[in-house]
């Protein structure tokens, strides 16, 4: 079964700096997403950014963006730029490709923290 | 573009009681799924409806969690009786493609 670790229970960053949020994963499978998503305290759960695993590419949304090691099984999530409206839980989820069960398997998430 | 809309946000029930949430996905998104989220933990799947199939409830306490999608929109999940593990929130989303998109959830509190 395919696992997800997020191994930073909470982060925190200064207002305008940088912080990186690690994720690993454990999958047999060679075609896969990726995803990190953003829940901030009012829980809807928004997509932040996503890496198909075909594309060797890292996935960049504006001052969001990946580090995706395939090979060491590893996605990161680089914030630059942090704004106060980033402060959140964020998770990281896997998702097989293709057909059958299309679940997200999620990590527990880590807390970012802005602080002004 | 209405996103995924649930209610209602938050219930409290006492253990034994019944109680049901409702989900409305997307417009034009076949497939629908709910999640558990216990608090400090990140959601996992209890149901995935394909349309109005039922694609995988592996991890739906069948003995007092049920689910059903209706003419393949709407869909509502009931538990009945509560305990007070079922404490979370639960989390509705859809997709049409690759990308799942959450609605606000419910947040469930069991007494």
């Known amino acids: 079964a395919q696992t997800v670790t997020q191994s930073q229970p909470e982060m925190s960053v200064q207002e305008a700096e940088t912080v990186t949020l690690s994720c690993t994963y454990d999958?047999?499978?060679?075609?896969?997403?990726l995803f990190w998503y953003k829940q901030p305290p009012s829980r809807q759960m928004i997509l932040v950014i996503r890496?198909?695993?075909?594309?060797?590419q890292n996935a960049t949304e504006n001052r969001f963006s990946v580090n995706f090691q395939k090979a060491a099984k590893s996605f990161s999530l680089k914030i630059s730029d942090s704004q106060l409206g980033d402060a959140a839980m964020y998770f990281c989820?896997?998702?097989?490709?293709?057909?059958?069960?299309?679940?997200?398997?999620f990590g527990k998430g880590t807390k970012l923290t802005v602080n002004p | 573009e209405a996103g995924v809309a649930q209610s209602p946000r938050y219930k409290i029930i006492e253990k034994r009681q019944s109680v049901a949430f409702w989900c409305n996905p997307i417009?034009?998104?076949?497939?629908l799924y709910w999640y558990q989220q216990i608090l400090g933990q990140g959601p996992k799947l209890l149901i995935q409806?394909?349309?109005?199939?039922?694609?995988?409830d592996s991890q739906l306490p069948k003995d007092r969690f049920s689910a059903e999608r209706l003419k393949g929109v709407d869909s509502t999940l009931k538990i009945q009786p509560a305990k007070l593990e079922d404490s979370a929130v639960y989390l509705c989303?859809?997709?049409?493609?690759?990308?799942?998109?959450f609605g606000p959830g419910t947040r469930l509190t069991v007494l």
């Open positions: 999958t047999s499978e060679s075609d896969y997403y």
């Open positions: 989820a896997y998702r097989r490709y293709g057909g059958g069960s299309e679940k997200l398997v």
């Open positions: 409806f394909q349309n109005n199939g039922v694609v995988d």
């Open positions: 417009s034009g998104h076949a497939t």
């Open positions: 890496q198909e695993a075909y594309k060797q």
């Open positions: 989303a859809s997709t049409a493609t690759d990308t799942q998109y």
